[in-house]
């Protein structure tokens, strides 16, 4: 199994190891059919090291998710990672946008993720907002350039994209979300256009 890793990558380390006491500990636990309550409170040893080991490595491969934050390309998601990447971009326009930037919700239009322009740049400044507040990577500084840089630029560049949309949909006096249905009924259709091409392919 070990083969299977880089030498040297600290998460092959991990999982190399956690490997080989389960090993152990699964031939321990055959073993200790009718033996004392010594080879028992053995086994309640490695137990413990193999819950540690995997307590360490699921904390590094957190890690790794976060360090960097990449970004994704729409016509090339499939149709189940395109539903979770619909969902994580909504939730994010929702926390960040809506609830913390009034000003810039106003430039959005209930319709925005159905402008595939507007989807590339708002997709594009979500993941500079990761890198900015979620990365190990990032610094104090990443957060303040993407305040006054991405974001406020991504922004105005929605706004005029917006102001020019001629789908007949109706700008509001206030900033309105898009329903929940809405979100669910839109999601569920990208997942099963994507699908039927994947299919028909």
């Not at 500084?141 to 922004?155: I, K, N, P, S, V």
């Not at 700008?171 to 256009?193: L, W």
Request: overall charge negative; charged content about 30%; some cysteine.
């Amino acid at each position: 199994m070990t083969d299977q890793y880089p030498i040297g990558d600290p998460v092959a380390a991990l999982a190399a190891a956690l490997a080989a006491l389960r090993d152990e500990v699964a031939e321990l636990a055959e073993e200790l059919r009718g033996e004392d309550s010594r080879r028992t409170e053995q086994v309640n040893k490695l137990t413990g090291r193999v819950s540690e080991i995997a307590s360490g490595l699921g904390r590094l491969l957190k890690r790794e998710e976060t360090a960097n934050p990449a970004a994704w390309w729409w016509p090339r998601l499939k149709s189940e990672e395109a539903g979770e990447r619909w969902r994580q971009l909504f939730g994010w326009v929702d926390e960040v946008i809506y609830d913390r930037n009034p000003e810039e919700a106003r430039m959005l239009r209930p319709c925005w993720f159905r402008h595939t322009d507007v989807v590339d740049i708002l997709t594009a400044v979500h993941v500079a907002w990761q890198w900015a507040y979620e990365s190990e990577n990032s610094s104090s500084t990443e957060t303040a350039y993407w305040q006054l840089r991405w974001f406020t630029d991504g922004m105005q560049r929605v706004g005029k994209l917006l102001e020019s949309c001629d789908r007949g949909h109706s700008q509001p006096s206030e900033p309105r979300r898009p329903s929940d249905d809405e979100v669910t009924r839109f999601i569920r259709g990208e997942e099963e256009q994507r699908q039927r091409a994947t299919t028909s392919g």
